[in-house]
């Protein structure tokens, strides 16, 4: 299993970025998704999920970001998306993605959110 997520940057608050997290080594189709963060100082937090297509390809959502953020997938290109609008100072972290029923990890992809 391998995932590699990009798209990160530095944005001003009320801004927006997408990111995202190109995944191999398994059916990705049939793998639910999650995106995660870890901000400094902090322990790693749930963001989101994106279940199979096969499953309806519903999508839950933290509080904290519901409203604000959306998750896509392309099971052709095997990439789940991260789509983060109105950013705030809060959301500044790494963001990483995960294949449920899978341990690994990517690398993550830095977001900070400042003026």
């Known amino acids: 299993v391998q995932l590699v997520e990009s798209g990160g940057g530095l944005v001003q608050p009320g801004g927006s970025l997408r990111l995202s997290c190109a995944a191999s080594?398994?059916?990705?189709?049939?793998?639910?998704m999650s995106w995660y963060r870890q901000a400094p100082g902090k322990e790693r937090e749930w963001v989101g999920r994106?279940?199979?297509?096969?499953?309806?390809?519903?999508?839950n959502l933290a509080d904290s970001v519901k409203g604000r953020f959306t998750i896509s997938r392309d099971n052709v290109k095997n990439t789940v998306y991260l789509q983060m609008n109105s950013l705030k100072p809060e959301d500044t972290a790494v963001y990483y993605c995960?294949?449920?029923?899978?341990?690994?990890w990517g690398p993550g992809t830095q977001v900070t959110v400042s003026s």
């Open positions: 080594g398994f059916t990705f189709s049939r793998s639910a």
């Open positions: 995960k294949a449920l029923g899978y341990g690994a």
């Open positions: 994106i279940n199979s297509s096969s499953s309806g390809g519903s999508t």
